[in-house]
């Protein structure tokens, strides 16, 4: 559990990355197709708290958050893609 709460309050969010994600090669940048979804479908602007992290082995990667509201929202995000997937395997 990372603790946002420990980060520098005038840190970036590349700052805040190296600290909350030791060894992660990340960019600030997003997919700006992603960018543009979560902000059509949700009304959420991702920028200011997500960075775009490539865990090793995966040339795609995946968001990972720099604030606890971009922590939040990925959590959400997360249950409902969960519950969506049962959903679909309910008869």
Excluded at 40 to 67: K, L, N, Q
């Amino acid at each position: 559990m990372n603790n946002f709460a420990n980060l520098p309050p005038d840190c970036t969010k590349s700052q805040a990355a190296t600290l909350l994600y030791p060894g992660l090669t990340f960019d600030v940048a997003l997919p700006q197709p992603w960018v543009d979804e979560v902000r059509a479908e949700h009304h959420f602007d991702v920028r200011p708290h997500i960075v775009w992290g490539y865990p090793s082995a995966s040339i795609f990667g995946r968001p990972f958050a720099v604030s606890q509201v971009g922590q939040d929202w990925l959590d959400h995000q997360t249950d409902k893609w969960l519950a969506d997937q049962q959903a679909e395997q309910q008869p």
